[in-house]
């Protein structure tokens, strides 16, 4: 196989330094757990009712964004990986859907 | 330096300038997206269509455990990043302790994953007979604690119990319950697997930060999933109404 140009070598190697650092790791692990802590906290708190679904689906969706941007550093690398995963999640979210909407999921609440 | 032939070695022509083992990964974990989504309606959709007298979520879910095992998989991830992290800086140890405990918490996920399987299928549902007269507490009953209770409370009896096990045979619950965890436990176990071997891999020097970004790639995947599993199938699942 031929070696990449620079340009292309120096793309991938600004991508690496680009990542967040150790400490930073730790910062987004520290917000996960208080994110999921919160999540845990709010479900025992009965008087919310039923406002803990809007509550607890914004803290899932804010891990996982947070998960795919730094930890599977989308937020840092080439916007072609973005639209191929973000594609595929788009795709999940209508099957997910559709398949409620066909087997009358949202008309039985 | 041997991690640098390495990175040299990986380092391949392609018209996008982006690594097509790379792009590969992503497209793969874009259509596993719609796998679990599949699963994951399935589930919503079939989950209170179930006999009465069989185990509903709120029967055997256990929200503190299973908030444990999350957290074991969201530090499994923390660790995983920071092995990345460290063969990119090519501090050989430091990536094999972190790779190492990446597999640990991953297997410890797994741990809690059969217990609770084991725990589902031995089932035992208790019922305190004098919450029954009280209409506070009854509130808090679940159905099956109900039917369960006034069937068997009669004069002089404090509590009572019945072996009510969860099964995928049981009912759609327990059959679309058991296939998507399963699956989703299969992913992990999958995983690994996959970083055990690289860790071996890498004493004999054939580990590049490619192939551990690929595989950081599909864990992190499996622990995303696990975050809108542990949502909308546990907490959900639990919530009255739902």
Redesign the interface.
């Known amino acids: 196989?031929?070696?990449?140009?620079t340009?292309?070598?120096n793309?991938?190697e600004t991508q690496?330094h680009n990542?967040p650092?150790?400490s930073k790791?730790?910062i987004?692990?520290l917000i996960?757990?208080v994110i999921?802590a919160i999540?845990?906290g709010i479900?025992y708190l009965e008087f919310l009712s039923?406002a803990?679904?809007p509550i607890?689906?914004v803290?899932?969706i804010g891990?996982?964004t947070l998960?795919?941007m730094y930890?599977?550093h989308l937020k840092f690398d080439?916007k072609?990986?973005s639209g191929?995963?973000?594609?595929?999640?788009i795709?999940?979210?209508s099957?997910?859907i559709t398949?409620?909407v066909l087997?009358n999921?949202f008309q039985?609440? | 330096m041997e991690s640098e032939n390495n990175h040299?070695e990986e380092?391949?022509?392609s018209s996008?300038?982006?690594?097509h083992k790379?792009?590969l990964m992503?497209?793969f974990?874009?259509?596993?997206?719609?796998f679990?989504?599949?699963l994951?309606?399935?589930y919503?959709?079939n989950m209170?269509n179930n006999p009465a007298g069989t185990p509903f979520p709120e029967d055997v879910f256990s929200?503190?455990v299973t908030?444990v095992s999350?957290?074991v998989l969201?530090?499994s991830?923390?660790s995983?990043?920071?092995s990345y992290?460290a063969l990119?800086q090519n501090r050989m140890k430091a990536f094999r302790i972190w790779l190492l405990s990446t597999v640990i918490l991953g297997a410890t996920f797994v741990g809690f994953q059969i217990f609770e399987f084991n725990d589902f299928v031995n089932h035992e549902v208790e019922v305190h007979c004098s919450d029954l007269a009280n209409d506070s507490k009854k509130e808090r009953l679940t159905d099956l604690q109900i039917k369960i209770g006034t069937e068997k409370c009669l004069d002089g009896i404090d509590e009572v119990s019945e072996k009510v096990p969860l099964t995928p045979q049981v009912n759609l619950f327990g059959s679309t319950f058991f296939t998507l965890t399963g699956f989703h436990g299969g992913h992990v176990t999958f995983g690994i697997i996959w970083l055990f071997s690289l860790l071996l891999y890498s004493f004999r020097g054939k580990v590049t930060?490619l192939n551990l970004d690929l595989a950081?790639?599909y864990w992190?995947?499996v622990?995303?999933v696990w975050?809108?599993i542990?949502?909308?199938v546990y907490?959900?699942g639990?919530?009255p109404?739902?």
């Open positions: 196989m031929s070696k990449k140009t340009n292309e070598v793309e991938v690496e990542h650092t150790a790791y730790f987004i692990a996960l757990s999921t999540e845990v479900f039923y803990i679904i607890l689906s803290l899932s891990k996982f998960v795919i930890y599977m080439s072609l990986f191929l995963f973000l594609t595929g999640l795709l999940a979210s099957v997910t398949l409620m087997l999921w039985s609440r | 040299h380092q391949e022509h996008t300038g982006l690594s790379k792009l992503w497209a974990l874009g259509s596993d997206c719609m679990f989504a599949a994951i309606a399935t919503l959709v209170g929200i503190p908030s999350t957290f969201l530090m991830s923390l995983m990043v920071l992290a990119s930060p950081a790639l992190h995947f622990d995303i975050i809108i542990f949502t909308v907490l959900f639990v919530f109404g739902y």
